[in-house]
């Protein structure tokens, strides 16, 4: 089992920055691992914005490439997405999910086994 606990979420107007986390408490030690951050708007689907895997790698959606960055502390076993540029389409609740067991910068949120609550982002001026 994997509990997810988001973090760091807000209001922020246009232009600026957040920095979500998302602690992470496994039972396990699992060498291989994905993590990724969704989000979900208003009356829209959740769509998969950012993935690591426990090697490191890294993968974006287009519409966050350039301005938001997935990193991860393993000793702290923290997951990290720091958000610049907001812009109001950036406004929706955010989600971190884990899979256990393999190593893929997937977004498609039907393989991820543990999801946390979220955290709400609100970008407006």
């Known amino acids: 089992q994997v509990q997810l606990v988001e973090s760091g979420g807000g209001s922020v107007q246009p232009g600026g920055s957040l920095r979500l986390a998302c602690e992470q408490s496994r039972q396990r030690t699992y060498l291989y691992y994905s993590i990724a951050w969704f989000r979900q708007a208003p009356g829209k689907e959740r769509q998969g914005i950012a993935a690591?895997?426990?090697?490191?790698?890294?993968f974006y959606e287009d519409s966050v490439k350039g301005r938001f960055t997935i990193s991860q502390d393993n000793a702290k076993k923290t997951l990290y997405l720091e958000m610049n540029s907001l812009k109001p389409d950036d406004t929706a609740a955010y989600y971190c999910a884990f899979r256990a067991n393999v190593a893929s910068v997937n977004l498609d949120e039907s393989v991820y086994n543990f999801w946390g609550q979220g955290t709400q982002v609100i970008v407006s001026s």
């Open positions: 690591i895997a426990s090697h490191d790698q890294t």
